[in-house]
């Protein structure tokens, strides 16, 4: 469907026309001020420098052509030259039963040109138990994806496991120490390795902080894990036959996390996937002359004569030959353009990676890894912090733990259920586990990305005000409105929305008019939190309405069913919304 804003502005502009003016300036845009009008078109303003008169001469023209036009209320125009518009009921309640009508897509129409987009998110590190920081990535990434998939694009959600690195090497020393008998380390073993793994992912999260901290303290056992991590990038068959234990041990507990957190990936690649494309990679660059010593390593200029600050050039090599976490990420690139050649990948990382990001994209740029018109686009986030300002800690000042904080916030709400009225435990933990959901993710998608935000667990968890628990407890309110009208009766024959018939009715009706627009501009500008808002002000308008009007107690059968239509289409709007966030509602809170 046409958004009705587009419409509107169709009118407008024809009228403009129809008097000797300019199209462009008839755009109509939504009203800045509500209490007056829903539309509003300010080009009599403009238009009235170039034809040289009084913009109210031109305003008076253009709501005289606009006066019988069927699809407005009312057209006034105001000094010194201001179109205030609203638009016709009946014309608002025609357009929401064709979306209505629209049972998959509640008429926002799928993209024309459909891309390839791949997306970059969660991030973990394998073995590394996931923290607070790897949050944001994984939600803000979820639904990123979510409205791309919602527009019609095919997105592919890669996971991009930090496999590849010290932390390898830390692992395998410090077992070696622990268990030097196991078979793994026997040098002159040559026969199939055990599918066992050596050990359980509680021992794993044990083993690499240990090792960590000795590496610290002790340059001995640092060099044995350097040297371990160099034996294993250099194919010695044991240690690879414990990359793969230690991959597959952690990566079934990170599925386990991620789905907690209905986030899921289409690939599970890691940095170690990388690596076979790094030798012809390293080649070409070089053979192209892009790639060049310097001070031991090889390396590609990057910078540009437009750039504010000194962008250093993008190491590709290190000076023993080592590759880097740059090496990765441009191998990487190299493996998704030949499987997947994507027109688009998105980056979503801590945006303290923003300037290595820069030296990314433009080493693969300059280097021809991606075509010149794939795009290369860094969402950064900001950091989540504690209530005092600081990165989100534990009370004692650790890390926090991902799986500590949601099941701390599983609780709270818990409790908060509990307290509000009496549900069977097993029940009320259900509905906790969902609501919490809400709290998290809600909390973090409502700020735009870029920021920091503080993560306030009650505040967030709140079931008042701008959060997850409020728009989840406006949802249930409908349904449970709907249940009791279908438990009396059933829609008569010829039911549908009707014209408004209060103020808080219409303005119900125009928010979710908005859905389509809203919709398209979330996924343009990759931007979860202009969901948010907007379900934010739907939700309110809903409970605005519902509080000034007698739904059950309604007389007239028609207007009672009317009524029922309009929330059914509410509740399917809010629904849609919060799955491309990536949280549901439950049945009763
Ligand atoms: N594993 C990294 C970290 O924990 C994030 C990976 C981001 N993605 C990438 N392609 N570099 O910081």
Redesign the pocket.
């Known amino acids: 469907m046409e958004k009705i804003l587009d419409l509107i502005s169709k009118e407008v502009v024809g009228a403009f026309e129809a008097n000797g003016y300019q199209q462009k300036y008839g755009r109509a845009t939504l009203s800045n001020r509500p209490d007056l009008c829903e539309y509003q078109c300010n080009g009599a303003m403009a238009a009235a420098k170039e034809y040289k008169c009084a913009p109210f001469v031109i305003s008076d023209k253009i709501a005289e052509s606009l006066k019988e036009n069927p699809m407005f209320e009312s057209v006034d125009s105001v000094k010194p030259g201001f179109l205030n518009l609203k638009i016709n009921r009946e014309y608002l309640a025609e357009y929401l039963r064709e979306m209505d009508a629209d049972k998959e897509r509640l008429g926002c129409e799928k993209c024309k040109n459909p891309k390839t987009i791949m997306i970059?998110y969660g991030?973990?590190?394998v073995a590394k138990p996931l923290h607070v920081g790897?949050l944001r990535s994984a939600i803000i990434g979820e639904s990123v994806k979510r409205i791309g998939k919602f527009m019609g694009h095919e997105m592919i959600g890669d996971v991009?496991l930090?496999d590849w690195g010290l932390q390898m090497g830390l692992i395998i020393t410090e077992l070696k120490q622990r268990k030097p008998e196991l078979v793994y380390f026997d040098e002159s073993y040559d026969g199939e390795y055990p599918a066992e793994p050596p050990f359980t992912i509680g021992e794993l999260e044990e083993i690499y902080p240990t090792a960590s901290g000795k590496s610290k303290e002790d340059e001995a056992y640092k060099e044995a894990a350097m040297q371990a991590t160099y034996e294993l990038q250099h194919g010695k068959r044991g240690y690879e036959a414990l990359l793969s234990h230690i991959l597959n041990v952690s990566v079934s507990d990170l599925k386990r996390n991620y789905e907690d957190l209905k986030v899921s990936f289409e690939l599970w690649k890691g940095e170690s996937d990388a690596q076979p494309y790094i030798p012809a990679m390293v080649e070409k660059m070089k053979a192209d002359g892009h790639a060049y010593i310097s001070e031991g390593a090889l390396v590609v200029d990057v910078k540009q004569e437009t750039d504010a600050k000194e962008i250093p050039p993008c190491m590709i090599l290190k000076s023993d030959g080592a590759s880097l976490?740059n090496t990765t990420?441009l191998a990487?690139i190299v493996w998704r353009m030949k499987d997947y050649d994507p027109d688009e990948i998105i980056?979503v990382?801590?945006k303290r990676q923003e300037l290595y990001f820069t030296q990314v994209f433009r080493c693969a740029r300059k280097t021809g890894l991606v075509k010149p018109e794939t795009e290369l686009k860094f969402l950064g986030f900001g950091t989540m912090n504690g209530k005092d300002g600081k990165p989100f800690k534990t009370r004692e000042g650790g890390v926090m733990r991902l799986e500590y904080l949601v099941s701390s916030i599983n609780e709270e709400m818990y409790r908060k259920i509990a307290d509000n009225h009496t549900v069977e435990e097993e029940e009320g933990r259900k509905t906790a586990k969902v609501v919490a959901l809400s709290a998290i993710k809600y909390g973090d998608l409502s700020n735009q990305a870029s920021k920091d935000y503080i993560f306030d667990v009650e505040r967030f968890t709140s079931f008042e005000g701008n959060t997850g628990p409020y728009i989840l407890y406006t949802i249930v309110r409908i349904k449970s409105i709907l249940k009791k009208y279908q438990e009396e009766k059933s829609l008569p024959q010829g039911a549908q929305i009707l014209a408004a018939r209060s103020q808080s009715e219409k303005a119900l009706m125009l928010e979710i008019g908005r859905f389509n627009g809203m919709m398209e501009t979330a996924f343009e500008e990759s931007a979860p939190h202009k969901v948010c808002a907007y379900i934010y002000d739907l939700a309110n308008a809903f409970n605005h309405f519902y509080h000034e009007t007698k739904i059950m107690a309604e007389e007239d059968e028609m207007a009672q069913a009317g009524y029922i239509c309009l929330l059914k289409l509410t509740k399917r709007v809010l629904e849609t919304c919060i799955s491309v966030l990536g949280f549901d509602a439950p049945e009763r809170m």
């Open positions: 970059d991030g973990p590190n790897h991009h930090g976490y990420d990487t980056y990382v801590d």
